[in-house]
């Protein structure tokens, strides 16, 4: 039953990140427009300072390390204000979801949660860059170019991906800590009833494995008008631990052989000892690697949580909403619905929501403080019984990204709920 919960949740994080798939694929990729003089600069001063202050100014002359200090700072300055500026992120990360109407003031939220990187890599003929990372104390999305000469001509982004050796891996002195908080929160959520002891041994099993907390990395890749490749790595982080410090594994990153009459749905899976096993071929790696990028994130804009009992519905469903959390990307709320749930619908004195209702009901928008209303799409329900109840998790993606801090309301079933009205968590 623990085992189950805890794949059951996996699951529903890895359908969450699917949610971007189709958008990530066909986005209009833009390469950064920062000059490649530049970009050595800062790549040098900020990888070795002291052998870039030696090419500067000489081996034998003092080290004049204020300067030192202050270019470094002027250079990882530059590098955020000009993102701030022209839109770096926006061009980052193209599935970020920008309002059109302000895009500086979507650039500057996502600027808040973004960690610049700007790490470079060379592995045989291979060169990939890390550019950034941005956190919304959920999801992870991190960006990345290549440069692979060998790319093939027929590259084709549509393509079903194998990314299985592929991974997030947290630095060891904060994975137990991590573990600890995600399966206490997992039995939480689920409302299974266990003892200390049981959590810690559960806790315990999960440390033998050295890709365990596994955030199911998710990559895509898009090649780009010069030839380059622009990746999005796409995870589950929650907000367990303070500034998370991460490695991005990347090797043998390949298409699948399609051939005709494959459905493009490919069974694969990597166990926690790192076990790799899928039921279908795959093409030469366009990036063997293997690549190490280790990086901090210290930068998140924190969901907000709020709890209460408003009564609503929707489409004739009576529920009532008990927490509501936003976020950068996503809304959530967590409702009980009033009527019994008969999924079979062969009960006639409980409720049934077909499987269309189920896959439709999500929050429909939301305002913020400056009185816009920001329409939700792609949300879903996902329902379950315990102790006779029936409760359910109900989502809505903003059109754009937004500030928590912002909102004021939701909308549910066309019901405007305040958050006034509810208990922020977090105070």
Same mark, same amino acid.
């Given at each position: ?14 359908? @969450? ?20 003089? =530049? ?30 200090? *202050? ?35 979507? +650039? ?60 997030? *891996? ?5 994975? $137990? ?11 939480? @959520? ?5 003892? $200390? ?23 895509? /890749? ?13 995870? /589950?982080?929650?907000? =367990? ?9 990347? +090797? ?28 279908? $071929? ?21 969901? *907000? ?27 959530? /709320? @967590? ?5 019994? =749930? ?10 049934? *929501? ?9 929050? @429909? ?6 009185? $816009? =209303? ?52 977090? +105070?």
């Amino acid at each position: 039953m623990t085992q189950f919960d805890i794949l059951l949740r996996r699951a529903l994080m890895d359908a @969450n990140l699917a949610q971007y798939d189709r958008a990530l694929r066909s986005a209009e990729t833009k390469e950064p427009e920062f000059s490649p003089g =530049y970009l050595r600069e800062r790549t040098r001063v900020l990888a070795d300072p002291q052998a870039w202050a030696r090419r500067r100014f000489g081996g034998r002359k003092r080290l004049n390390w204020r300067l030192i200090a *202050i270019v470094a700072a002027l250079l990882l300055l530059s590098a955020c204000g000009y993102a701030l500026v022209t839109g770096q992120f926006a061009q980052w990360f193209p599935t970020i979801w920008m309002d059109p109407e302000a895009p500086e003031a979507s +650039e500057e939220i996502v600027s808040r949660m973004g960690t610049v990187i700007g790490e470079p890599q060379t592995v045989g003929d291979e060169t990939m860059t890390l550019n950034a990372a941005v956190w919304d104390g959920q999801d992870l999305k991190l960006s990345l170019t290549a440069e692979v000469p060998d790319l093939p001509e027929d590259f084709d982004s549509q393509a079903p991906f194998y990314d299985l050796e592929c991974r997030l *891996i947290m630095a060891e002195h904060q994975r $137990e800590a991590y573990l600890r908080k995600e399966i206490a929160q997992i039995h939480a @959520n689920s409302h299974i009833d266990s003892t $200390e002891e049981e959590l810690e041994e559960l806790v315990q099993s999960h440390l033998e494995y050295p890709d365990d907390p596994d955030f199911h990395s998710v990559v895509r /890749a898009a090649r780009q008008e010069d030839g380059t490749l622009i990746l999005q790595v796409m995870a /589950a982080l929650f907000d =367990y631990v303070e500034d998370p410090e991460l490695t991005l594994h990347i +090797e043998n990153f390949a298409t699948y052989k399609v051939e005709e009459g494959d459905d493009g749905i490919f069974t694969s899976s990597r166990a926690p000892d790192g076990t790799v096993t899928t039921d279908h $071929e795959i093409n030469e790696p366009f990036l063997k690697g293997p690549f190490d990028f280790t990086f901090t994130l210290d930068k998140k804009l924190s969901p *907000i949580s709020y709890a209460g009992d408003i009564d609503a519905t929707y489409e004739n469903i009576p529920l009532r909403v008990s927490k509501i959390t936003v976020m950068a990307f996503q809304v959530c /709320a @967590n409702v009980d619905l009033l009527a019994l =749930y008969d999924p079979s619908g062969e009960d006639p004195d409980k409720l049934h *929501i077909s499987l269309e209702q189920n896959l439709a009901m999500s929050l @429909n928008g939301l305002w913020t403080k400056d009185g $816009e =209303y920001v329409e939700c799409i792609g949300g879903t329900a996902f329902s379950f019984e315990h102790d006779g109840k029936t409760d359910g998790e109900m989502r809505g993606n903003p059109v754009h990204v937004i500030d928590p801090a912002q909102v004021t309301a939701v909308c549910i079933g066309g019901k405007r709920v305040e958050l006034s009205e509810l208990t922020r968590l977090d +105070e």
